[in-house]
């Protein structure tokens, strides 16, 4: 008998509990990353394209051609990527959702793994540790990624997918000729 009469789980019982907090936690730090940095970076990201795109397209027109209705139109254009419809919002809404509930799920089963080995086997899962044990290690690896994208990856410069577009048409047209 270890804490409170209850006999400690084995080491395979508490490797098993090890990995799951670690999923539980990879989980729910990933979905954080995607929704509160990734989501709104790429959203700027294709918005700003687009209108880099419509903008190279109105300077790339003879000056004839440059008339103020034409040039609305354009930022019009420009403007109407700024919002996303209402499709795009229901889906990302929808992801959402899907992501609480997958944490739920996973922190559900890691809760009612702990709860049936300790009520039905009289055994304890030191629940403290592993999660603490998983916090510094997720701390650390944190801390690593967040120098090397300071040192490393503030340098690196990726290509515009309008850039991309132009690389390939023009590759593909050496192809054919």
Do not use: M, R
């Given at each position: 008998m270890t804490r409170y009469g209850f006999k400690g789980v084995s080491h395979r019982e508490?490797?098993?509990?090890?990995v799951l907090t670690h999923v539980c936690i990879l989980t729910l730090v990933l979905t954080l990353f995607f929704w509160i940095v990734i989501s709104p970076l790429?959203?700027?990201a294709v918005t700003g394209e687009i209108k880099k795109a419509i903008n190279e397209a109105a300077q790339s027109l003879p000056s004839p051609n440059k008339n103020s209705t034409l040039q609305a139109t354009l930022k019009t254009a420009a403007n109407f990527y700024?919002?996303?419809d209402r499709v795009t919002e229901k889906n990302n809404q929808w992801l959402l959702g899907v992501n609480v509930l997958v944490l739920l799920v996973l922190f559900g089963i890691l809760a009612a793994g702990?709860?049936?080995i300790r009520s039905a086997c009289g055994k304890?899962?030191?629940m403290k540790k592993l999660l603490l044990e998983n916090l510094v290690l997720f701390g650390v690896i944190g801390f690593v990624e967040f120098l090397f994208f300071k040192v490393a990856g503030i340098k690196f410069v990726p290509v515009p997918p309008s850039e991309m577009a132009v690389l390939f048409?023009?590759?593909t047209k050496e192809k054919l000729q």
């Open positions: 508490e490797l098993a509990f090890d790429a959203k700027k700024e919002t996303p702990a709860f049936t304890h899962v030191p048409s023009e590759k």
